[in-house]
Each structure stands twice: as C-alpha cells, then as structure tokens.
C-alpha cells in the first residue's frame, strides 16, 4: 500500500511495476509543478495543460530510462522547460513568418546567467520540498506553485484540513524548508 508521503524513487518503482496508484500519486505530485512552468514564461492554460500532458506521456514512456529516481522534479521541470521552449519558438515563427529572424536564445529577454540562476534556485527549493513530508510538501505545492492563487478554503478541502490550521501548518512547514535548505 503506497503512503501519502511515498518517495519518488519508490513510487517510479511502483510505476515501473505497473502500479496504477503509483502513476496517479506522482501525477498529483507534479502536476502543478509542471503546469506552472509554461504558464510562468507566459503562454496560456490550454497550452499549460498540452505541455502538461505531453510531459507526463514522455515520462510514462522514459520511466525505465530515468537516471536518478529521486531527481523526479527537477527531471520534469527539464522537460517541461524544453517543450515550453519548443512552442514559444514555434508561436514566434507563425507569427513572424521567418525562421532566421529569431534569436538563438529561448528567451530573449533573459540573460544566461539569470536563467541558470533561477534555475539552480527551483532546482534547489525541489530539493528542501522533497525532503518535507508530504502534508508539508502538499500544502506549500498549493499554496505558492498553483497556478492561480487559491484560497485557503479551496486548499483546506484539496488537504483534508480544517481552514484554520492551514497558516499555522504553512508556518511550520516554511520553517521545516528553511531548516531543510540552511
């Protein structure tokens, strides 16, 4: 029977069994993750939910190729970020209508020092998240990785928690974060 606080490395084994609750839990897990990711370089949801979507299916079909099992998170931040990219290129080139007009870089606008900086930063938060518990993890995932700013009473009926523990909880587990990221 899989824990709500199951790692990652394990439930990728669940996975690789064939474990249907396995794949549902890091779904849930993730989902919110990866979504965010094209939303936050400014496309929209459906294209959010398409790079979600095809994100998960090339995990299910890489799951036995995955190098390091407990790099799950920054593993499909990589692919989400790649596909992302893919598409904001795409988009650019139907509308500018030529190829050899577009600059080398993903993004234009941002330094590469910048993007590796903010990079090592989501890679480093995914680290101090996954050695929470995973009501903590859960509960900051709501709260500060959703792709729009729920409620706490949204977050209390997502969690199973009453609404006025969650800033109590969200306190404490900020400073299990900090703790856990020095």
């Not at 650019?92 to 209508?97: H, Q």
């Not at 600059?103 to 101090?128: F, H, K, T, Y």
Request: with cysteine.
């Amino acid at each position: 029977m899989l824990r709500r606080d199951t790692s990652d490395a394990a439930l990728i084994s669940a996975c690789r069994r064939g474990d249907r609750r396995a794949w549902d839990r890091l779904f849930k897990r993730y989902e919110r993750l990866v979504f965010s990711i094209p939303l936050n370089y400014g496309l929209s949801r459906e294209d959010a939910a398409d790079i979600t979507q095809l994100t998960f299916s090339i995990l299910l079909q890489s799951i036995d190729r995955i190098a390091d099992d407990s790099r799950l998170g920054p593993w499909l931040a990589v692919v989400a970020r790649r596909h992302t990219w893919r598409l904001m290129e795409r988009k650019r080139r139907e509308t500018t209508g030529a190829e050899g007009d577009l600059p080398e870089s993903p993004l234009p606008d941002d330094s590469s020092a910048r993007s590796m900086e903010r990079w090592e930063l989501v890679e480093w938060l995914d680290q101090g998240l996954s050695q929470l518990n995973t009501r903590c993890r859960e509960l900051l995932l709501a709260l500060y990785f959703a792709p729009e700013e729920p409620s706490y009473a949204k977050v209390a009926e997502r969690l199973g928690m009453p609404v006025g523990s969650i800033g109590p909880t969200r306190a404490r587990c900020l400073k299990q974060l900090k703790a856990k990221l020095g």
